[in-house]
């Protein structure tokens, strides 16, 4: 059965930083490209951030360009999130989706997400 768990978030201060991790399992993790997208409270699904299967390609949403960074680990079937400077309208529920074999594909199945919120 496929999984996705991300994990990592808090409450942070206005230009504070965070890092999330999403642990797949059940699935050839290293041959689909990921995304990371978010849900703020009474809006829909934004997309983020995604990244290859090898990481050689990475994206991300304009909102968030210059301060979050995309990375995979393989090995490790593990997919993060490192978020820097964050602002009050980053808080959202973040999920880690499973895309697909291109890039920057489709998304699939996503996983419980992860809570951020962003407030002084």
């Known amino acids: 059965e496929m999984q996705l768990v991300e994990s990592g978030g808090d409450l942070v201060q206005p230009g504070g930083s965070l890092r999330l991790s999403c642990a797949a399992s059940?699935?050839?993790?290293?041959?689909?490209?990921m995304h990371w997208v978010r849900q703020a409270p009474g809006k829909g699904l934004e997309w983020v951030s995604s990244?290859?299967?090898?990481?050689?390609?990475?994206t991300y949403a304009d909102s968030v360009k210059g301060r979050f960074t995309i990375s995979r680990n393989n090995a490790k079937n593990t997919l993060s999130l490192q978020m820097n400077s964050l602002k009050a309208e980053d808080t959202a529920v973040y999920y880690c989706?499973?895309?697909?074999?291109?890039?920057?594909?489709?998304?699939?199945?996503r996983g419980q997400g992860t809570q951020v919120t962003v407030s002084s």
């Open positions: 989706v499973k895309g697909g074999l291109e890039f920057p594909g489709t998304w699939g199945s």
């Open positions: 059940g699935f050839a993790f290293g041959m689909y490209t």
């Open positions: 990244i290859s299967n090898g990481a050689k390609t990475t």
